[in-house]
């Protein structure tokens, strides 16, 4: 089967601002990924959180998959979510109050849900904390990437 890689809504952040400290690096996971056929997803979600400051056309839709959230990745996303609370009260995390299902779980049970997708793409800091507890508690299906590290570190390649 075909790889696939879920790109988050600071992926995009970066990959559309040529004046981000990271654009370059976001560039070159791009590229990279056309150029290995990676096929490349954006959940609805991630969608929404970049129309919170952009607009939909911006997105780069013609080379990306839309991954609608549907009821398999709510229900993963409960999982999640709990797992996030608990380490919370445990005080292992740093987690909002509000009970809501943190976007992060929603994107992390799409790209566990889906076979499709093998990687996690992002320039969130705050996601790896949120990763590695829920990694501690179930199984993760996909390879979590912070484009902070090169492509060529992440996948053993030289550089474009």
């Not at 996601?127 to 590695?132: C, E, K, P």
């Amino acid at each position: 089967m075909p790889e696939g890689a879920l790109l988050d809504t600071s992926f995009f952040l970066r990959f559309l601002n040529e004046n981000d400290p990271l654009f370059d690096n976001a560039d070159k996971y791009y590229k990279y990924f056309l150029q290995k056929e990676i096929k490349l997803f954006i959940s609805t979600i991630s969608i929404a959180e970049y129309c919170v400051g952009g607009t939909i056309d911006q997105l780069p839709l013609k080379n990306l998959i839309v991954l609608p959230f549907n009821i398999q990745h709510a229900e993963k996303a409960g999982e999640f979510g709990r797992i996030l609370y608990e380490a919370r009260k445990d005080k292992k995390l740093e987690v909002d109050e509000r009970p809501i299902i943190i976007n992060d779980a929603k994107l992390f049970a799409q790209a566990n849900t889906d076979e499709r997708i093998n990687y996690y793409i992002t320039s969130d800091k705050r996601s790896i904390n949120f990763y590695d507890s829920i990694k501690s508690k179930s199984n993760l299906d996909f390879t979590f990437i912070d484009i902070r590290d090169n492509h060529s570190e992440a996948f053993g390649v030289l550089d474009l």
